[in-house]
């Protein structure tokens, strides 16, 4: 080539099926050229020969389609990675009774130096899918052990304990709450005699579990990344955080080149560190990384707590909720109106996306009147997002707040298989309406997005893209039953929510989430079409190969001659 000859491409992906995700892409293209870490071109089969020379690496999948990578816009990374060391996986189907929970507890407990904490994890909903239908009892964990505190999560909202962790944790009859956790208002759960049962809600961030050392923090990471995100094809993550350490350590590892996605993350205040401190989070944290690979992206807050605990704000009384009153308590909102006020305005002023949970309607009208006080969601990339917007809306009216504060709503089509079909069990006829409306929304001009919202008790299958994809369009809830198939979504939609419109929610759809020149060269190559596949095999297609930035970083089956 000649020195006005343009750079060549480092590398070629051919496939005779490309998936852009661009309606209008000529279907003649057949190859991805990358050079560096972007795009070069979208190429026909003839063309190729003019961005290549000897050195550029050909790579040819035949009819395995290519696609862009996943982008999961809400995940809590250093949870999820801490869940799969030390901690004892309780999850239904795989424990189906309470025998089957206190045999694995038990287990753990046996190889467990005496007065050191056990600690299983359990899905959420856990009562409602073990065959007894109800949660275990803290006798029922005292038969794990009696010198051994015990702690089932269900969850990041609810956690069982046993006698002994109910005596280190100090919870007796006479025990009152602390007014705030973090995640919600906390409580405790007591018998008709006044004993706490062992059941406690919004707590987990108050018990003093035994914590990670650095090192294994390191090493949860870099083992578990791969293997919960990248062979499924995520390459780039939203990530509330856990600790200073995690963030720092995600970072270290990308300014090494060991980091397998692009994470976005998100400060959650005050659980991480203050909001004064999260806005002003150069003090704490150290970003040597690209800012492609490494990003502090906003701040999260907490408005309610959970729908499994009771906690959610909502605008109709549960049904049921012994520890609160009856069939009057709606869930209360936690945050105090002060705060959130001030988190919005240094949020803005250190141009920070906030990001607020907000399960319950009420919740979610609460934050967008707040937001409507103090002037509306700033525009652009950091626009307000709601969490679990659009996972449960019995009234219009709340979309409606919505539209007038210029929030982002960031539903988890996942939850659909996961609690989908226990929103009445709590809220009665209102818990029927407005369950992941997607359809619905979508057709009022919402663009929605896919996440995982991976945490302690998640299901197996939660940071898979491809399962939450099949959730939206089977609508299958965990105990096999249909739920609202009116508001099924088509496949190609289904799939824009977990690219590129996940990618807008952190303002990165101009580059991520399709494949177009310029943008950055997140690739992935899938074993079948996920279009000439029945929709049950959706969850089961495989990542062949993983491209982050232009670099290949997974290879499913090393001996492919293809990759």
Not at 233 to 243: A, D, F, N, R, Y
Not at 408 to 418: A, C, E, G, K, M
Not at 419 to 436: M, N, T, V, W
Request: glycine share 8%; hydrophobic share 40%; charged share 25%.
């Amino acid at each position: 080539m000649t020195d006005s000859t343009p750079e060549p491409a480092d590398i070629v992906v051919i496939s005779r099926r490309i998936i852009t995700m661009d309606p209008e892409t000529d279907p003649r293209i057949e190859a991805v050229a990358v050079r560096g870490k972007r795009i070069l071109r979208l190429l026909r089969r003839e063309e190729i020969a003019s961005v290549a020379d000897e050195k550029t690496r050909i790579i040819d999948v035949g009819d395995r389609p290519v696609m862009p990578g996943f982008v999961d816009p809400h995940a809590h990374i250093e949870v999820a990675c801490r869940s799969s060391f030390g901690v004892v996986d309780c999850r239904a189907p795989q424990c189906g009774t309470i025998d089957d929970v206190v045999a694995a507890l038990s287990a753990k407990a046996a190889e467990t130096p005496a007065g050191e904490w056990v600690v299983g994890q359990a899905n959420l909903f856990f009562d409602r899918k073990l065959a007894e239908k109800r949660f275990p009892t803290r006798y029922e964990l005292d038969r794990v052990s009696t010198s051994h505190p015990v702690a089932l999560r269900a969850g990041g909202h609810l956690t069982i304990l046993n006698s002994k962790a109910l005596a280190v944790c100090m919870i007796d009859r006479n025990f009152t709450p602390p007014p705030y956790s973090i995640t919600g208002l906390p409580s405790v759960e007591r018998d008709e005699s006044g004993e706490p049962t062992g059941i406690v809600k919004e707590m987990d961030n108050l018990l003093p579990f035994s914590a990670m050392d650095r090192e294994q923090l390191a090493a949860a990471l870099q083992t578990g990344i791969p293997k919960l995100f990248t062979q499924f094809g995520v390459t780039t993550i939203g990530e509330i955080s856990e600790t200073v350490d995690g963030q720092q350590i995600m970072n270290d590892m990308a300014a090494r080149g060991e980091l397998p996605v692009s994470v976005r993350t998100y400060l959650w205040a005050p659980g991480t560190l203050s909001l004064e401190a999260a806005c002003n989070w150069k003090k704490s944290i150290s970003v040597t990384a690209s800012d492609d690979l490494f990003r502090i992206q906003g701040v999260k807050l907490f408005a309610d707590g959970g729908f499994s605990a009771k906690s959610a704000a909502v605008k109709f009384p549960y049904l049921v909720c012994g520890c609160r009153g009856g069939h009057t308590f709606r869930g209360e909102v936690a945050l105090d109106k002060g705060f959130a006020q001030r988190a919005i305005e240094l949020t803005q002023n250190a141009g920070l996306q906030l990001a607020v949970h907000a399960n319950g309607d009420r919740a979610q009208e609460w934050v967008c009147d707040t937001l409507l006080e103090m002037g509306g969601a700033p525009t652009g990339r950091i626009r307000t997002r709601i969490e679990h917007a659009g996972n449960l809306m019995p009234s219009e009216v709340t979309a409606d707040k919505w539209a007038a504060a210029g929030i982002i709503p960031v539903p988890q089509p996942v939850f659909l298989y996961t609690f989908g079909e226990y929103f009445p069990d709590y809220l009665g006829e209102h818990g029927k309406i407005g369950r992941f409306s997607f359809s619905t929304l979508m057709k009022q001009g919402w663009r929605l997005s896919g996440s995982s919202d991976v945490w302690v008790g998640s299901e197996s299958d939660a940071t898979n893209p491809l399962f939450s994809v099949w959730c939206c369009l089977k609508r299958q809830t965990y105990s096999g039953a249909t739920l609202d198939a009116d508001q099924a979504i088509s496949l190609d939609q289904a799939l824009r929510l977990h690219t590129l419109d996940a990618a807008s929610v952190l303002g990165e759809d101009d580059v991520r989430g399709s494949l177009a020149p310029g943008k950055f060269a997140d690739l992935i190559v899938l074993d079948r079409d996920p279009h000439a596949v029945a929709v049950d095999d959706l969850p089961k297609l495989k990542v062949d190969l993983v491209f982050k930035n232009g670099k290949q970083i997974w290879n499913r089956n090393p001996k492919d001659s293809g990759a």
